[in-house]
């Protein structure tokens, strides 16, 4: 039942073999790896209008140089994030990158960001997308939370299919999105151009304005910033592209780049020029479209596309976070299980994972997460200074051919985000503080994970072992309930091991009992010793173990190993099992964890 | 931790002769199995009302006539219910008396609708009980739900630690109700007697009313009569009576019955009589003591033992749920683990399964579980007509000295409980047709449950049995994951227990892998065959048990036992099992259900 359920939604297992055709074009890859960096721009420029909205409609000139620093910034990033990608062609982005260049704490203070940070993305996205819908339709808002989950759970479906067929679905949405933008800033331009739109609108570029400070242009760029989360994402995810996996990633990346360069822009511009102030109820998105086309079928295709392309943004965190989780797990920092491919050949650890957590933050914030997104951002820009500075000192070591400028691009690139990072952390504190107390303790579990995988293998290897002493009997324990099929069976077993000794073990919870079963034995089984061991609290672990304990103790000394043969019997349906006591898993449990006796369990089937 | 816990949550671990110790004394038992019935005043005489008020206020004389009908009724299940202790001492009430005497399903019938009832009796009792708090303290209203489910805990922890404990906390609250009551009837009557209450309040008895019929009176009665549920829970509990029980339980029983009586017509004649007419927001008992005191320390004396006592009244089903769970269970109609006595010799199962689906109740109906006060009603006549009935069966059918006085109160009890049965039915259907739902889904799940135990003892049986056909060898199977301590710890107990075959299995997910292993084994263990099973789906476990079954197959022909030997590692911490992926789990259940290999697991202790 539950294998057919999941084999109708993930579909059929695939061989190791066919990972080949799981990789992605660049096409499929720009839509699949881009749409947490595009979707930004639906919200990147209004969060610079709000911060200079606390002077006044007159600051807002001031987007524009503001963009312009974006742009600068998103500009260095690009091409540091170019060179990381041909530096480093299998993969790994900032995790990687910190790691080989400043040392393994830089490496996992960048791994422990983003893997946070994937988490939060799809989260903030998914209910930014909720909230587009619920706000085109007002009835569905007591339901966000739902339809936020509900999204969520059919992401990861997606992604356990495998990468291929969700690109399949994903890429329409994106194109389209950009399309809708392009068709907006096209238009809005051509209106700007010909004088359609009233120059009283907005304060020509340098008016004076009262009460503005570099602390706040400082902080409307870093807000600004938000809208270049996600371009990361493309270096973390190279091992995913076709060959040439480096030249093809490059190229996706540069085309994303150019792509959320010339949206960014035309929003700021369209937004300066129509002189739009934000509002809490209308995104700034929004007012353009309206403004460009009033309330039609355009202005609906643009919402819409915003809207998708919000919550498909989440699909980001979905292709990233499960191949960095790859890459600390490797470096036995994280659970192994988080390398292991599904039936689909996806991660599908990481994929639960990410799924779970992100429904668990959205069922906690109960779908507002807005507060989130400074979190988020800080987030982002941690590992962007680190890996900036992992290649600025990596240049410096290797010194290639031409290395001056790609040591200058890096050094512009982590100052511009090392700038930004500080930036968060100064204005936005309130926000921000999580960082301290998370980011620690995930690196403590991080090393302990670490200590105790290091420790196995050290215990497990075959070279650095004592020589083993050789085992010179066996002694068979078998504890009985009763004079049945079951008893008669496992004792069957038990003689032909030919083991030194066989003792069968009764627990009786009565007196009277006691004598009874020793008498009965005696007929049955004569020449199998039995031991009873009464006992007033009516549980047979306790006892039981005690005596195989003292047995064991016994054993050790003479070189005998002790082996208790547990009877079991199979019902034939499952739910059978709930209708007899399970005092056997609890002896087994119970052996196995705590002493270092062999548990043997002779499985007697029953037929009806 | 747990362990730690549970102790000082639940006590220490009682011996099973100290059971004697935990024995009730009349006074206690009063308390302890009386609260369900008592607490039923609270409601009861309300429910006559709420019907009379649908013809008018001139209709609610005709509560006195109705209210003698219920003492009526009540006498006779008292007077019935005292035979039926001393002819069934060893308890089982309703569904031990109607099974012997009516036969089998007509017992499945009682003690199914009892068994859903004791968990109606917990879900309503405690959420009236959260009701009358959150009423005084309007305050926790949005709480209410989170309320009641902490007194479900509270009292489950309570009976968990034994019954005598819970019955010393629970003792004083009920007679403080009673003590309350007492003192509300009396001052009542003694104003009505001394002429304070003016008489117009209340029309007098025998006023012709217009629209009254049979059929409205019947359903008053029936309604009026929902203040008898809980009088069979002594009947239930002989067992946990000092000695001499019958005895015990009888005086008790008769005690309870003399309380329940004075105070339903103290109630009901108090009504009448102030004029009192049902409200939604504040209950009849509420008025009454209001008109009487005014709102002074003694109306929140009355409301607060009044609240107290609905909670407590859940108690009854715990203590009446667990004993007849263990009456179906020894007959085999229901799991065997009801008959289990826990640490402190209560029953905990049924403690526990009963605290879970009450929990579950009240959080599904959102603590608004008074419409299911009918049911719940329906459910206690049901087993009443049936225990009664079956009196009447025994009555006959063995005449003992007396017998016609005896059949004549059991006739009686029977046909009044009969009524009342069907008018619930009648009057009541939207609200009670979930039994005729429940109740033959539960019947079927008893049969289902009887053929399987039938089925094993048939199986497991020794003098049944065929021949066992001797073991002629054994063959055993080692997966190995790789050259490590634990694969060679497995080896060596596999060697010491001389078996005709040893089979080292390897599982590669890649060719290569393959050769390199193979290479390796051949220098380290040249002695031992190793297979290697590639496959190209990533799971050993497919490959592993069809390898198994294939040898296991063989070897039944020539009569060998195959065993599989699970090598296991241990960690010395339990957080450490999750970094470890646990295939040895998986490969052991799969091989233990499907196959009749033998498995046996040799642990691997980590050190650090």
Redesign the interface.
């Known amino acids: 039942m539950i294998s057919f359920l999941k084999r109708f939604l993930i579909g059929r ?1 695939l ?3 066919e990972l080949g055709e799981q990789k992605l074009n660049k096409k499929k890859a720009l839509a699949i790896l881009s749409s947490d960096a595009l979707s930004s721009v639906a919200y990147g420029p209004e969060q610079i209008l709000i911060v200079l909205v606390t002077i006044g409609a007159a600051a807002f000139w001031y987007s524009i140089p503001i963009a312009i620093g974006v742009l600068v910034l998103l500009t260095a990033l690009i091409l540091s994030y170019r060179q990381i990608i041909f530096a480093y062609s299998h993969g790994g982005g900032a995790y990687v990158v910190s790691k080989e260049n400043l040392g393994k704490y830089p490496g996992l203070i960048a791994g422990g960001s983003l893997l946070v940070d994937y988490i939060l993305t799809v989260a903030v996205s998914i209910s930014a997308g909720a909230d587009a819908i619920t706000s085109a339709f007002p009835s569905l808002h007591e339901h966000k939370v739902v339809i936020a989950i509900v999204f969520v759970i059919l992401i990861t479906i997606l992604n356990l299919r495998g990468v291929t067929e969700s690109a399949s679905v994903l890429a329409y949405p994106v194109y389209l999105f950009v399309l809708a933008l392009f068709i907006l800033i096209g238009t809005g331009l051509y209106n700007i151009l010909t004088g359609n739109v009233p120059a009283e609108l907005h304060t020509s570029l340098g008016t004076p304005v009262a009460g503005i400070s570099l602390f706040l242009l400082l902080r409307a760029f870093s807000s600004g910033s938000s809208a270049l989360t996600g371009v990361e994402a493309i270096s973390n995810a190279i091992p995913n592209f076709k060959s040439p996996e480096a030249s093809n990633a490059a190229k996706t990346l540069i085309a994303m780049g150019a792509l959320l360069a010339v949206m960014f822009s035309g929003i700021v511009v369209l937004a300066y020029y129509y002189g739009i102030a934000p509002r809490a109820d209308v995104t700034v998105v929004s007012q353009i479209a309206e403004q460009t086309f009033g309330r039609n079928a355009m202005y609906f295709f643009i919402q819409g596309t915003t809207a998708l392309i919000l919550i498909l943004a989440a699909n980001t965190g979905y292709s990233a976070f499960p191949l960095l989780a790859v890459n600390l797990a490797k470096d036995k920092f994280i ?3 988080f390398t ?2 599904g ?1 689909r050949l996806g991660y599908s650890n990481g994929i639960i994972i990410l799924g779970v957590l992100s429904m668990v933050l959205i069922y906690v914030f109960e779908g507002k997460t807005e507060q989130l997104i400074p979190l988020y951002a800080v987030g982002v820009f941690i590992p962007f200074t680190l890996s900036q500075t992992g290649m600025m000192v990596k240049w410096l070591r290797e010194k290639p051919a031409g290395w001056m400028q790609k040591f200058i691009i890096n050094t512009v690139g982590a100052l511009i985000s090392f700038i930004v990072t500080m930036m968060f952390f100064l204005t936005k504190f309130t926000q921000v503080w999580p960082v301290f107390v998370f980011l620690p303790i995930l690196l403590l579990v991080f090393h302990r ?1 670490h200590k ?2 290091e ?2 293998a050290d ?4 070279t650095t ?1 004592e020589e ?1 002493i ?5 002694v068979i324990i078998v504890p009985v309930a ?5 008893v ?2 496992s004792l ?2 038990a ?4 083991p030194q000794q066989i003792i069968a073990v009764y627990v009786p ?2 007196r009277e009992e006691e004598a009874i079963f020793e008498e009965k034995w005696r007929k ?1 089984q004569p020449d199998i010793r039995l031991v009873t061991l009464y006992t ?3 549980s047979i672990v306790q006892p039981l173990t005690k005596f195989i304990d003292t047995i064991n103790w016994k054993a050790a000394e003479l070189n005998h ?1 002790v ?1 208790v043969i547990i009877p ?4 034939k349906k499952g739910w ?1 099992n ?4 399970q005092s056997s898993l609890l002896i ?1 449990a119970r052996l ?2 705590r002493s ?8 007697y ?4």
């Open positions: 297992p061989k190791s073999t659970p192994r299980m292991m491919r039936d994970i105790h995988y420790a196995v215990q497990l290897r075959i072992c083993t050789k085992i010179e009997g066996n009763g004079i049945t099929h079951v008669m069976n069957e077993y003689k032909s091991l030919n919870f009565e049955w007033p609290y009516r190993r082996t079991q019997f199979i019902p059978h709930i209708l007899h006591n087994r196995l964890f270092d006796v062999i548990v043997t369990t002779v499985p089937h029953l037929k009806k």
